[in-house]
């Protein structure tokens, strides 16, 4: 099955999160921490099923966002930040360096 | 000499000069950027001639006895060296990317030092003329707020020179003469060891990959040279070597903890203090994977930024498919990496990071600087737009930081990891005209366990001209940025519970004249950051058109609890419902903290913080409160839809009466010192128009009059106490007014 990796990036300070997928929680963590020497916190690699895919990120407090998972191409890439108090998520193919 | 790895270019000492050996090229560009020192003139004593010798001989005499001649010699005895003022000067005109920017440390004994910048403007031949826009440190031994800087240059070190002026402040002009010391800013020194499997890169031929800047020089370009470019005197602590694999456990990964330890195994320069030194580590893999590139991994322990890592084996080795280099692009992304993992050891944060965090003042994010903080991918257009334009060098930012903030924020070891790493924007510049003070109206800020901890802004037109400033500038808006750090715990910004958004009221502030403000810096939205016990520092930036102007810090002390029963009872006063009632004045809502307050009172009727409660308490017994009642489920659309209403909880005055008197009244000048005095006027005139609509207008003017007392006695200025009689004669001469019947 083919999947996509959830990276929580900037911002996050021991944080609540949780992942769904279509409403379905999938991944859930309780204490986000965002490593700034790296800009990273922590990842959920989640299997998608065939076709479209709601994805919703929610962080207790902070807030969330949704994005539509195109059908292709997979595996995919979403980064998720928090950014001046607002949750920010980006989509990419290739998978995320960190330094 | 290390023989795992190319030899670097000859030390710092050459790079003194533009000057190559052969031929001798004319005119000659002497630069004076460098470091500069300068000490108090020693004065030697003549020799003391000792008086000759009576004859005869006395016996001593048994009569009175008289003060000994060493006292009078002790008198002349030099101070030793470390009472002694030094003073360092770093003058950044005329070498590789020279930031126009003067900037100097002053130490006076062991403790106290002053740390202040300016940037410069050119004012004639090696002469320079700036304001001071920063200061750190004991802020009193640096009044001035203007320099002019004059240079001496020469082929000989020892006859280089900077004549620098101090003035302005209302402070007599002095002038100094320092004594040039180095072409560079800081020393450092490097260790380079790599792990048996891994591939090290520590210099690159910049003109490998065709994907450069136009006019990117051709030439061998190493980590070192990186370095001496951004103003550091690099060194190789000559220790470098290989690490057998066998360092990185059963897994053959790296973890930071392994790590960690190989750098206290293999660093010959480990040690627990700071030190301008680091060490780098060249691995094949992190425990994260591929993902990982580098990391500065020594973000534990007490001496933060000491170690870094590079992963030869991970995506930074996996060029971009149809890449006309790949090699050459490999061995780029390979040497970017250890200038990046090792800009965080100079705690550099990353270009688009830069207002995250805890930075020492408000900060803008460089999200497309080509800097070796960026990352390549993260810019629009991508790592091939990146390199096309990338220099190998630090953004114009992070070499001001770099080479011209407080040492210690830069050192390894010192400062910890992200903490002050903000310091470098250069928009911060600090407004001359005006001086941001913070303070606490007690001989020392240091605050019971469980009393809020109130300070108190003031904002001074130090200029001779009138200045227009808002009115509400210093109240809880998105101008003011307060920062709370905590002795060994990164620093925190303090996030009030409300922001005020004021339409603009400007206002006229005299020379000399002061704005003040209180600041409830106790509890915001992150939580009770300055409540638990310990020592903090406090400082305070003020955003005002472009500039920032940024406060003294201030030493801020919670003692611990006196009894088990405050550690108890802190478990349900340090609270989001409690903090918000303390920060409104009181609530009508938040039952749980309304409890606490409560108890808090109840139980400790004489503590200081119960002096906050009772206020808090008694404020909105004051009036009729109007509270909107929801009877909706657990997740109500809206009031309106779940048949929300206003009802009234009437007024309970003789309450609210008792507890204000009670808290305002049973011991003023304990109540003016834990609640500030702003904040005790602003209570008791506020108390004092509440008793005077009540019609009790006698105990109203013997509100003020008290208020004026207490205020008096504690130095508060004339204009205030004659506002206070004031208002004290107005409800008087109500109250003596006959009633009409």
Known sequence: MAYVEVHFQDGFEHDRASVRLNGREVWSSAALHTRTQISYADQARIEVPEGTAQLAVEVVGRGAVSVELPAAPRPLYVGVSLIDGRLTCHLQSEPFGYA | MNENYPSHEAGGAVAEIDLPLQPIPIPIRLTVSGLYQWRPPIVIHPPQIPPPIPVP???????PQVEAPEAADAALTPLPPFLLRREELRLDVDRTYAQMTVSGTSFLGLSERVHWIASLTPAGVRRWVGRIWYRNGQ??????????VQAVASLFPSQRSAKVTFSGGGATPITRTYAYVSPYFHPVEFEFDRVANAVAVTEIKTCAHPNRPAGLPCETLSIDTVYRRAGFDVKSSGGSGVIPVSGAGANGTWSDAEMHDAMQVYWSRFANKAQWAMWVLFAARHDMGSSLGGIMFDSIGPNHRQGTAMFSDSFIAQAPAGDPAAAAWVERMRFWTACHEMGHAFNLAHSWQKALGTPWIPLVNEPEARSFMNYPYRVAGGQAKFFADFEFRFSNPELLFMRHAPARF??????????????????????PTLRLELRANRNQARFEFLEPAMLELKLTNVSDEPQIVDRHLLTNSEALTVILKRAGRPARQWVPFARYCRKSEPTVLAPGASLYESLFAAA????????EPGNYTVQVALQRDGADLVSNPLAVRIATPASRDEERLAQDLLTDPVGRILAFDGSQVLDSGIAALQEQVARFPAHRGSLHARIA??????????????????????AGKSGGSFVTVPARPDVAQQQLQAALFADPDRAAESLGHIDYKYYVDTYSEWLAD????????????????????????????AEIERRASSYAAKAAKPKRG
């Open chain 2, 57 to 63: 001989i006395p016996h001593p005499d048994p009569g």
């Open chain 2, 139 to 148: 802020t009193a031994l640096m009044p001035y707020t203007a320099v002019t």
């Open chain 2, 410 to 431: 830069v050192q390894m070891g010192n400062a910890d990891w992200f903490d002050h790493h903000g310091f470098e924007q250069a928009e911060t510049e600090l407004e």
């Open chain 2, 524 to 531: 915001g939205r992150n939580g009770w950051d300055l409540a």
């Open chain 2, 617 to 638: 308490l008694a404020t909105p017994l004051q009036r009729d409160y109007r509270r909107l009642a929801v009877d909706g489920g657990p997740t109500p659309a809206s």
């Open chain 2, 694 to 721: 009540r019609g009790d207008s006698a105990t109203a003017a013997a509100c003020e009059t008290e208020l004026g007392k207490t205020l008096a006695a504690r130095q508060v200025k004339p204009t205030v106490l």
